[in-house]
T-cell receptor
């Protein structure tokens, strides 16, 4: 069955380190998204991509970057981790058609000490 | 800017009750509305997707309705069970953006 996976599922890192969170989907979806979920803020969009070589900033993109070199993967990089980036990160994907269903990965819990 | 509100924020009911969760949105120019379930420590699972041209969708004990003109959707859960305990989120996709706007969710506890 097609799926969307994230790795690692849990990560502890130190302030200032570079961290990359992986997202891989096997649906061949054009659209991929990264969100963070925090108490009191709900889900917030970090970056998104409509296809290979396409990336766009979401509402909370500062300190994060993504690259899309193939259809299946959208890794999220924290260039210099900060304690404010401690959160649960979700990757999602959807087909490139209006009104299509969005599918989520299991999440990565990141702690920045 | 689209705003999505879910009421109530939390709900605790005895097993067997029929439930209605509410979702309202400010901009009616949407392509779809999607209801998700999130269990503690887990990702979001899609429950129902309603296209803008549809009025409702059903899956088992779940029924979701959409009234675009009034900017409202309801998720009806029939004969609730303890296994229904989770957070339920709704999300609306603005026309042409592919990007959903999420509500904060309703945290549901169904006790035996």
């Amino acid at each position: 069955d097609a799926e969307i996976t994230q790795s690692p599922r849990h990560k502890i890192t130190e302030t200032g380190r570079q961290v990359t969170l992986a997202c891989h989907q096997t649906w061949n979806h054009n659209n991929m998204f990264w969100y963070r979920q925090d108490l009191g803020h709900g889900l917030r969009l970090i970056h998104y991509s409509y296809g290979v070589q396409d990336t766009n900033k979401g509402e909370v993109s500062d300190g994060y970057s993504v690259s899309r070199s193939n259809t299946e993967d959208l890794p999220l990089t924290l260039e210099s981790a900060a304690s404010s980036q401690t959160s649960v990160y979700f990757c999602a994907s959807s087909p490139g058609s209006p009104g299509a269903e969005q599918f989520f990965g299991p999440g990565t819990r990141l702690t920045v000490l | 800017k689209q705003e999505v509100t879910q009421i109530p924020a939390a709900l605790s009911v005895p097993e067997g009750e029929n439930l209605v969760l509410n979702c309202s949105f400010t901009d009616s120019a949407i392509y779809n509305l999607q209801w998700f379930r999130q269990d503690p420590g887990k990702g979001l699972t899609s429950l129902l997707l309603i296209q803008s041209s549809q009025r409702e969708q059903t899956s088992g004990r779940l029924n979701a309705s959409l009234d675009k003109s009034s900017g409202r959707s309801t998720l009806y859960i029939a004969a609730s069970q303890p296994g229904d305990s989770a957070t339920y989120l709704c999300a609306v996709e603005k026309g042409g953006s592919y990007i959903p706007t999420f509500g904060r969710g309703t945290s549901l506890i169904v006790h035996p």
